[in-house]
């Protein structure tokens, strides 16, 4: 890493600057804030919401290799961030605890739902892009409710 070194962060408070992010990435609070950018680039239900709109809009050419990347990015992510919130259960307790806990069966919803997405003939096939952006909606649906367990939990911190 470039610049100077720096004290290691403390767990706890590490814990906390990550689910405060992850919270605000849900709720499009991150992301680029440069004016130019800030309409263009999402980073939680926003992205949904128009991932979602892509697919319903017929007029918009779709290839089906974009819509696997995405598949597969938030297969892995979602993935790591329940097995990092198991962890970060494991140090705590009461009601800290049990809303990560309900986070990551939020999270694991959301990865069961991933596995049932099949991304091709998207191109070709209108109904499939039509169930592929319902699903996608009842995803960003459990994606909230993640986010909402962990701001429970940050609020009992």
Known sequence: MLGERTAPMDTDAA?????????????DRAGPHE????ERRFTGQRAFAAWA??????????????????HS????????????????TDRHEGEVTAALCEAVSAYGSVVEQLEQLNCW????????????????????????????HIERALAAW
């Open 15 to 27: 814990d906390a600057a990550a689910l405060r992010a992850a919270v605000d990435l849900a709720h």
């Open 73 to 88: 990015n938030l297969t892995w992510n979602r993935i790591a961030a329940v097995a990092y919130l198991r962890e970060v």
């Open 121 to 148: 003939g998207l191109a070709e096939n209108p109904d499939a892009r039509l169930s592929f952006a319902n699903q996608v909606d009842a995803i960003a649906a459990a994606e909230l409710e993640a986010a909402g």
């Open 53 to 70: 709109a892509v697919l319903r809009d017929f007029n918009e050419p779709v290839e089906d290799r974009h819509h696997a990347n995405m």
């Open 35 to 38: 004016p130019h950018w800030r």
